[in-house]
């Protein structure tokens, strides 16, 4: 496709809930990246991938997250048992290789009520 | 530790005015400094970018100047409009995912 999408671009859950966030990234991208963007902040790092291999998952804020890649093109980010802090814009990106031009997509908007 | 500290928070200028934002980065081993803009309800868009390599880069009405001594690179607008009000954000990186800044947001007013 042209850029990153994203879907869905709005999920309302419930406390509890699980939740899975899609990524397709810019075809031929081999770095992907997911990020959190908290109203009025900037886009803090989540997770990184190159092809299938996920190598950075530092900025993942509990064993709750979790993110794969299983064929080197589309991600899935999941959210566990949702709390009210997990409430953000979810923000992937991909670029050609790290270091080098990313390009976001239009993110999802997660509420957790 | 916030490796990208990025000002002011917001930034009002008049139509045709040169707003200017500034950041400051801790690790020398960026290699990397990309600004993004960003819309209410979008994904960031990348605008311009510099590598350490050169001290100024012009693109359309953006450019960005660097002093790698200092550890600091700005953001000029020239000519802003009202269109550019969004948020913009600095980022840096050496091949690793992008830290941001905090994000500035500007308002052109006419």
């Known amino acids: 496709g042209a850029g990153v999408s994203q879907s869905p671009r709005y999920k309302v859950a419930k406390r509890g809930q699980d939740v899975a966030l899609r990524c397709d990234p810019i075809?031929?991208?081999?770095?992907l990246f997911w990020y959190q963007q908290a109203l009025g902040q900037g886009p803090e790092f989540l997770t990184y991938?190159?092809?299938?291999?996920?190598?950075?998952k530092s900025g993942l804020p509990s064993d709750r997250f979790f993110a794969e890649r299983p064929e080197g093109s589309v991600s899935t980010l999941k959210i566990q048992r949702t709390q009210q802090e997990d409430s953000a814009v979810y923000l992937c990106?991909?670029?050609?290789?790290?270091?080098?031009?990313?390009?976001f997509g239009q993110g999802t908007r997660l509420t957790v009520v | 530790q916030q490796q990208v500290k990025q000002s002011p928070q917001s930034l009002i200028v008049q139509k045709g005015g040169i707003p200017i934002i500034n950041c400051a980065y801790e690790?020398?081993?960026?290699?990397?400094f990309p600004w993004y803009q960003q819309f209410p309800g979008k994904g960031p868009a990348l605008l311009i970018a510099?590598?350490?390599?050169?001290s100024e880069k012009k693109e359309g009405r953006f450019t960005i100047s660097f002093n790698k001594s200092a550890k600091q690179f700005s953001l000029h607008i020239m000519d802003s409009q009202p269109g550019d009000s969004a948020t913009y954000f600095c980022?840096?990186?050496?091949?690793?995912?992008?830290?941001f800044g905090k994000g500035t947001r500007l308002s052109v007013i006419a």
């Open positions: 980022a840096a990186s050496r091949r690793t995912p992008l830290v």
């Open positions: 990106a991909s670029s050609a290789k790290i270091g080098t031009e990313a390009f």
């Open positions: 510099i590598r350490p390599d050169v």
């Open positions: 075809s031929g991208h081999v770095s």
């Open positions: 991938f190159q092809n299938e291999a996920q190598l950075d």
């Open positions: 690790n020398t081993a960026f290699d990397y």
